[in-house]
T-cell receptor, first 116, second 112 residues
Framework: DAGVTQSPTHLIKTRGQQVTLRCSPKSGHDTVSWYQQALGQGPQFIFQ???????QRGNFPDRFSGHQFPNYSSELNVNALLLGDSALYLCASSPETGLGAGDGYTFGSGTRLTVV | DAKTTQPPSMDCAEGRAANLPCNHS???????VYWYRQIHSQGPQYIIH???NNETNEMASLIITEDRKSSTLILPHATLRDTAVYYCIVRGYNTNAGKSTFGDGTTLTVKP
């Protein structure tokens, strides 16, 4: 049973460019959350998707947008990249109901984005 | 979600118990305490969670004070592989609550 899969694992972009990161949730999970983790800091919540809709959003500008597909996979898009967008971007999936063992949240290993 | 306060770093000798404290004085009645850890270059990994009773699983024990304003994660016999950043967060149990608010965590270094 595959866990959360994120692609690519590493990415280098230039200031002003746009980037798309991808996440495939764990089997049986239908909710996807995205987090940004700057070096030396804890993950910061960007937004959460459920039923192809953005359900909650953290304190991030509109340059950050997302999408969820019918198969529950998700994309994070960042426009007009800034140097400060350099970070590890984490995807976490969870079931909407029936948490089962643990807390239901499963994180991927992230995409390391470097903006130069 | 309530905020948490953790010491930035701690050391522990291999084979000894590691006790990681967390303050969450603004926790509300329906919020749970969750602990995660993050090993370098990986995503956070769930460890344990609790509401008000002490909890134990195969990885750790969680002690929550009676007033629920603080908790302690206990790794009973720390190994070198337990070196990681440990995060204490509080949030509602229902996944509809959505986001988790992470602080900067405690960097635990287990030494031989």
């Amino acid at each position: 049973d595959a866990g959360v899969t994120q692609s690519p694992t590493h990415l280098i972009k230039t200031r002003g460019q746009q980037v798309t990161l991808r996440c495939s949730p764990k089997s049986g999970h239908d909710t996807v959350s995205w987090y940004q983790q700057a070096l030396g800091q804890g993950p910061q919540f960007i937004f959460q998707y459920y039923e192809e809709e953005e359900r909650q959003r953290g304190n991030f500008p509109d340059r950050f947008s997302g999408h969820q597909f019918p198969n529950y996979s998700s994309e994070l898009n960042v426009n007009a990249l800034l140097l400060g967008d350099s970070a590890l971007y984490l995807c976490a999936s969870s079931p909407e109901t029936g948490l089962g063992a643990g807390d239901g949240y499963t994180f991927g290993s992230g995409t390391r984005l470097t903006v130069v | 979600d309530a905020k948490t306060t953790q010491p930035p770093s701690m050391d522990c000798a291999e084979g000894r118990a590691a006790n990681l404290p967390c303050n969450h004085s603004t926790i509300s009645g329906n919020e749970y305490v969750y602990w995660y850890r993050q090993i370098h270059s990986q995503g956070p990994q769930y460890i344990i969670h609790g509401l008000k009773n002490n909890e134990t699983n195969e990885m750790a024990s969680l002690i929550i004070t009676e007033d629920r304003k603080s908790s302690t994660l206990i790794l009973p016999h720390a190994t070198l592989r337990d070196t990681a950043v440990y995060y204490c967060i509080v949030r509602g149990y229902n996944t509809n609550a959505g986001k988790s608010t992470f602080g900067d965590g405690t960097t635990l270094t287990v030494k031989p």
